[in-house]
């Protein structure tokens, strides 16, 4: 079931987050719902489901652009059939306007990013006022972005500008946003922190007092880039460096202080990327790409599912169902 992000965010409010994963691909989306059931493969107990979560799927403009858009929403209203169980909202993520007014006119959408954060703050308003108007008009919810991470957003090369708390509060208001995406600390790609820094949980904790009761925010480049990950792929021949991540420790944290929206894209990245390394590695002479996509599968949802536990979402699906009636 198709919700909105407000929506899981109203029952995750300031006990846990609910992650926000992108996808680009058919294995990548199954790996994604079955591991959202707390399912790594096809045969296990359908009635277990202690582990299941509400999640929200998210969609690139590099992944519309990947293949064509409509293959990607083909393949999630045949994941919303195949899997009915799951609860999940469609977010556009890091979206211009133009990409913003597609989404919206698509109806397929129950959320979008605008991110106008390289643009001066009045400026950031008003691009975000003229999209939440069109979005709440097909009722479908907005977050915008305030601060900019370190790294590369798509095209934007940003460098690390922390949220402002002074100007949340203000942002929020004028723009009438629903969720905001605030800068504090992390960087998107493989590698955020070139030493000890990690979040900024004294940041955090400023913006929340400055925003209206129970705002969501959203935390982007929040993958934990595992170091098994990382030297599994250098051991099967990749030259990852020092990439290093978020602590999974600080997610609950930062949860407690209003972050209601995990974003992780490079996570992913990097378990295919070590499967499919160690498989071309281990059997040279295989040329089939169905065993090596299972295996994907397989890995990605068992990943997932240990992602969730740590956003503290695994085994709130059924709780977040109940508030939805
Ligand atoms: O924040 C950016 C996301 O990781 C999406 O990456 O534009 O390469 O799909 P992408
Ligand atoms: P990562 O690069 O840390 O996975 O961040 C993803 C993200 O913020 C997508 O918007
Ligand atoms: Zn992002």
């Known amino acids: 079931m198709i919700v909105t992000t407000k929506q899981l965010f109203k029952h995750a409010y300031g006990r846990y987050a609910v992650g926000a994963y992108n996808i680009n691909n058919l294995e990548q989306t199954v790996g994604l719902f079955r591991g959202n059931l707390g399912k790594s493969a096809k045969n296990e107990d359908p009635n277990d489901n202690a582990q299941s979560a509400p999640f929200i799927l998210q969609i690139s403009r590099g992944a519309r652009g990947y293949s064509d858009k409509r293959f990607l929403e083909a393949m999630i209203r045949t994941a919303d059939q195949v ?21 919206i006119e698509s109806g397929f959408y129950s959320s979008v990013m605008i991110d106008a954060s390289h643009e001066e703050f009045e400026k950031n308003i008003e691009i975000t006022r003229r999209i939440v ?13 305030l601060g900019q991470l370190g790294g590369v957003e798509e095209d934007v090369v940003g460098s690390v500008c922390l949220t402002d708390p002074a100007q949340a509060a203000e942002f929020v208001e004028k723009s009438g946003c629903d969720s905001l995406a605030v800068a504090i600390g992390t960087s998107h790609g493989a590698y955020k922190f070139s030493g000890k820094q990690g979040l900024r949980l004294d940041v955090l904790t400023e913006i929340q007092k400055a925003l209206p009761k129970n705002f969501p925010m959203v935390m982007h480049g929040s993958s934990s880039v595992p170091k098994e990950w990382v030297d599994r792929i250098n051991a099967a021949g990749g030259k990852l460096g020092s990439a290093s991540g978020v602590n ?17 894209d490079t996570d992913g990245r990097l378990v295919w990327c070590a499967i499919h390394r160690e498989a071309f590695r281990d059997d040279p002479a295989n040329f089939d790409l169905r065993p090596i996509g299972k295996a994907f599968m397989a890995e990605y949802a068992k990943y997932i599912i240990h992602k969730n536990t740590k956003l503290g979402s695994a085994g709130q699906l059924e709780g977040v169902r109940k508030s939805l009636k």
Do not use: M, S, W
Request: proline letters at 4%; charged letters at 25%.
């Open 83 to 103: 899997f009915p169980e799951v609860i999940f909202a469609v977010h556009l993520d890091h979206g211009t306007e133009e990409a913003c007014y597609d989404c």
């Open 133 to 145: 108007d069109r979005a709440h008009a097909k009722g479908i919810v907005v977050e915008a972005e």
């Open 248 to 264: 999974e420790d600080q997610y609950l944290p930062a949860a407690k202080l209003g972050v209601c929206k995990v974003n992780i």
